[in-house]
């Protein structure tokens, strides 16, 4: 079992940045696939980013593409987001996840086998 627990979380104005982490226990880190979802109020959960379990292959939505950079430091067993020029939208929970299988649609949260708690993301204008 692997326990996730994101933070960096926080109140920013838009265009500003912002570092999410999230740490990961209880079993071999550099063994799973990675990512990042997020849910707005009123909405379903959607995927920003991920991580291949081989570490040779990211993925980005097309809204933070560009914006957003995924990483991962398996010595330290934790998961990163970058997250610049932030706008109004990307308010949201941000949640990390993982998967013990290689990715066959990153994007799809129901391939994942396990979530964090959730951090707060609020955009200012």
């Known amino acids: 079992q692997v326990q996730l627990v994101e933070s960096g979380g926080g109140l920013v104005q838009a265009g500003g940045s912002l570092r999410l982490s999230c740490a990961a226990s209880?079993?071999?880190?550099?063994?799973?696939?990675m990512g990042w979802f997020r849910q707005a109020p009123g909405k379903e959960r959607e995927f920003v980013a991920a991580?291949?379990?081989?570490?040779?292959?990211?993925y980005y939505s097309d809204s933070v593409k560009g914006r957003f950079t995924i990483s991962r430091d398996n010595a330290k067993n934790t998961l990163y987001l970058q997250m610049n020029s932030l706008q109004l939208e990307d308010t949201a929970i941000y949640y990390c996840a993982g998967r013990q299988l290689p990715f066959n649609t990153p994007s799809n949260p129901d391939e994942y086998d396990f979530w964090g708690q959730g951090t707060q993301v609020t955009v200012s204008s």
């Open positions: 991580f291949s379990r081989s570490g040779s292959s990211t």
């Open positions: 209880g079993r071999t880190f550099s063994d799973y696939a």
